[in-house]
């Protein structure tokens, strides 16, 4: 039967194929060589695969983003815009070419206008820029239209004509000027509107009108220098402002700074004081008429007296009459300069930067004193050249010098770790208190002689001297003033007068930040000398520290500088008082850390000399106290 025959077939073919899966398995059990390396090798294959395509593919991705980075780098290097990447926008943004909503693109710092990386190119060549100079030398100085970009309105900026709020819609709409800072709806704006001349807003007593520079490009070529004929065009109130900003400054907020004045003034006005010196940048000055310009300086005390220097250069070359007076806008922390002059310690942003062009329009000129402090070392009276410096702030010799000597040779070793406000202090009083174990300044009165005016000074127990010109001190303290219970002849920085304190040690600079403990007054002069009889000690001037041998210390009178103190509200007064409980809060850290460490030294004293020994600096905050 064939069914029978299919069976034992079948029953056959089993039987076969058992013994044939018998021998595979047996085959399995010793592989041949060969076969296992193939499997081996198909393993190797695909772990290789899994592995390298991941990695092929990420850098194949970034080697397509640096093209692509490339070519938009080239394209912002020849544009006359001043395209800035951005990976977010901070605010709902839509592209000037496409008027798709983005993201991410780039926008110019200058003009405003955004755009995505696609239409960046035609954005580039459809849309100009700001014009610093006009092309038109034959237009009249006083006639220039607006110059209108659409969308991406200001948050909160009301329509020219109807009164009513602009960019409210979620699409590419509505105008602004970029020079008067004027905002129109889409279907407000009419062909009036479009040939208007452009009055530059609210900041027009600031800004450099293009025309202007154009008309004195045009008088320089025929040889005349009467500016101020051409000023007098511009009204009485023209006073156009210089701002001159570290981008370095105030972890990098000076760049950001840097494009909203571009935005608000004419971007010719505006300079990155790493790129450009100020010497250089305040040529520009003598551009102006006389006795007119002003500058904002962006960045810290150090920066503001880089530009005063500058400033004394201009005097030298007899440029007297085109030197500006100077406003501050304090970035980073500790700027007691600035916060002398009413411009607060420093600046993160709490008011819009359209209202600290409205606090250097309200500041009043007032008179700096400027000092030249002169060290010359014993015993190389003929040989070297006294060191020379200015000092704008203050000189100390002394703990707080040590601070900021310790704290700076920190800085330079591992800079990232300095970046955030409140550790700077803690690592600053750390280093304080880590002084009071060393004592190096310890009988600083036995080691010093000090002239007020030329007459000796009988010193008591003290560790620090510190020469003031300025009423604040070590970040926002008033150290001459101390806590205000005792009566003090008033000091003011224009006066040709130093205060001179003395501090007890490191503990009581401390005490005295945060009002806990008074300095000791020795006295006003006009000049102040200081003779370091032996060893090395601590010196700083106005932050700037180094170690110094024995040596005479002469300070004298330099000259005065131009400054703009802002008597309105400060700017950081929350921020003060904030910081106050920060150094409340640092106070009983560095006591904390500081009876740590006296347990430690007394462990380590006793344990190697088993003798007990009261810790030293305990001692210090009771005599401080006292006084
Ligand atoms: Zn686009
Ligand atoms: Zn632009
Ligand atoms: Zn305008
Ligand atoms: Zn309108």
Redesign the pocket.
């Known amino acids: 039967m064939p069914g029978e025959m299919r069976g034992g077939c079948e029953a056959g073919g089993g039987e076969r194929c058992g013994i044939v899966l018998g021998e595979k398995m047996e085959g399995e059990k010793q592989p041949a060589p060969s076969e296992g390396l193939f499997a081996d090798g198909h393993l190797v294959l695909w772990t290789l695969c899994s592995v390298l395509l991941p990695v092929f593919i990420t850098f194949w991705c970034s080697l397509q983003r640096s093209r692509r980075q490339l070519h938009r780098r080239d394209i912002f290097r020849k ?5 800035r990447d951005t990976d977010l926008f901070s605010q709902p943004t839509y592209c000037c070419v496409c008027a798709q909503h983005i993201l991410q693109g780039a926008f ?6 955004c755009v995505d990386e696609g239409c960046l190119k035609n954005a580039d060549r459809r ?4 014009e610093i100079m006009l092309k038109n030398e034959g237009r009249a100085l006083d006639a220039m239209p607006h110059h209108w970009i659409r969308g991406n309105v200001p948050l909160c900026s009301y329509c020219v004509v109807c009164k009513q709020q602009c960019g409210t819609q979620p699409k590419l709409c509505d105008y602004r000027c ?1 020079w008067c800072q004027k905002t129109v709806h889409d279907e407000c704006m009419k062909n009036s509107l479009r040939n208007e001349e452009c009055d530059f807003g609210e900041f027009k007593n600031l800004i450099i009108p293009p025309s202007y520079l154009t008309s004195i490009n045009q008088m320089r070529k025929d040889k005349k220098t009467d500016y101020a004929l051409l000023a007098s065009k511009l009204g009485k109130q023209w006073a156009p402002l210089i701002i001159l900003a570290n981008s370095r400054s105030g972890t990098n907020m000076g760049e950001g700074l840097l494009g909203e004045f571009r935005i608000l003034l004419n971007p010719v006005q505006v300079f990155d004081v790493t790129k450009t010196p100020p010497i250089k940048a305040l040529q520009l000055c003598t551009l102006l008429p006389c006795y007119s310009a002003r500058v904002l300086v962006c960045g810290g005390d150090g920066t503001v007296g880089w530009v005063l220097d500058a400033i004394d250069e201009m005097k030298i070359k007899g440029q007297e009459e085109y030197i500006p007076q100077v406003a501050v806008l304090p970035l980073g922390t500790g700027n007691d300069l600035s916060n002398t002059l009413g411009w607060g310690t420093g600046y993160a942003g709490e008011i819009p930067v359209a209202q600290v062009l409205r606090n250097v329009m309200e500041a009043d000129g007032i008179k700096l004193d400027r000092w030249k402090v002169q060290v010359t070392n014993k015993g190389y009276y003929h040989l070297r050249k006294p060191k020379e410096f200015t000092m704008n702030n203050y000189f100390s010799v002394g703990p707080d010098a040590l601070m900021a000597l310790n704290f700076h040779a920190h800085r330079e070793k591992a800079p990232s770790l300095f970046s955030s406000r409140i550790l700077n202090k803690a690592v600053y009083l750390f280093y304080g208190t880590k002084d009071c174990l060393v004592q190096e300044c310890k009988d600083l009165n036995k080691k010093v002689e000090l002239e007020l005016d030329g007459e000796r000074v009988e010193l008591p127990n003290l560790e620090g001297i510190i020469v003031l010109n300025i009423g604040y001190w070590g970040g926002g303290c008033r150290l001459w003033e101390g806590m205000g219970d005792e009566t003090y002849p008033l000091a003011r920085h224009d006066d040709g007068l130093l205060e001179v304190v003395g501090v007890y040690g490191s503990f009581h600079c401390a005490q005295i930040q945060v009002k806990l403990a008074n300095p000791f007054r020795i006295g006003q002069a006009h000049t102040v000398r200081l003779i370091l009889k032996c060893s090395m000690m601590p010196m700083q001037v106005d932050g700037e520290p180094w170690a110094q041998g024995p040596c005479t210390v002469t300070i004298t009178h330099k000259t005065h500088a131009l400054m703009l103190y802002f008597s309105g509200e400060q700017t950081d007064d929350d921020i003060s008082s904030a910081s106050d409980q920060e150094d409340a809060h640092l106070l009983f850290l560095s006591v904390g850390l500081q009876a740590f460490c006296s347990i430690r030294t007394t462990w380590e004293l006793g344990s190697s000399a088993d003798a007990y020994t009261r810790p030293p600096q305990l001692d210090d905050s009771v005599s401080g106290d006292g006084t």
């Open positions: 544009s006359k815009h001043g395209w110019c710092d200058c003009c405003g206008l849309f100009q820029c700001k970029i």
